[in-house]
């Protein structure tokens, strides 16, 4: 679901949860991904007037969230849970998806963040370099070496 023609509280509706999820396997924090959600939707509504027609507002919005964790990331005083308690922040709790989300939390940031943008947020590869602010090829790079990771480390984890 996109922005353009939505009432905010649809599109509100129709992005959280993929945007939380995502912040919470970039962060390994439910409560850090929470507080970059509501920051994230709270800065899309103020600007809602002129984001409501950018064909991708879930993209911003998921940028946004995505860079307050590394900003938050960077700044230990605002991290709550660390990724070893990533289990407990599962949004539903299943065995393979706690694998993956540690899989996910041991990648390289940039990774991770090209990962979560083209696969959770559902972004094509040149969208994905525009909010990276780097080359179509630099994403297709890190998509290629973060599924080579995470196959290697959900290969091990099912030994």
């Given amino acids: 679901m996109q922005g353009v023609g939505l009432d905010f509280e649809t599109f ?4 959280f949860d ?3 999820r995502g912040c919470v396997l ?5 409560e850090v991904a929470m507080d970059a959600t509501q920051e994230a939707f709270t800065r899309a509504f103020v600007r809602w007037r002129r984001l409501r027609q950018h064909p991708w507002a879930g993209g911003w919005v998921m940028t946004t969230a995505l860079n307050l964790c590394r900003r938050r990331a960077r700044d230990p005083l605002l991290l709550g849970d660390r990724p070893e308690e990533v289990a407990s922040a599962a949004v539903t709790p299943r065995v393979d998806r706690i694998d993956l989300q540690r899989a996910l939390l041991s990648l390289p ?3 991770r963040e090209a990962a979560i943008l083209h696969y959770l947020g559902d972004l094509p590869v040149a969208s994905v370099a525009e909010l990276m602010q780097i080359s179509e090829g630099t994403v297709k790079a890190h998509l290629f070496e973060a599924r080579k990771s995470l196959r290697r480390a959900l290969e ?4």
Avoid: L
Wanted: hydrophobic content about 30%; charged content about 25%; cysteine-free.
């Fill in 18 to 20: 993929d945007v939380f």
């Fill in 109 to 111: 940031a940039r990774q």
């Fill in 26 to 30: 970039m962060t390994g924090s439910r």
């Fill in 156 to 159: 091990v984890s099912d030994v």
């Fill in 12 to 15: 509100y509706q129709g992005e």
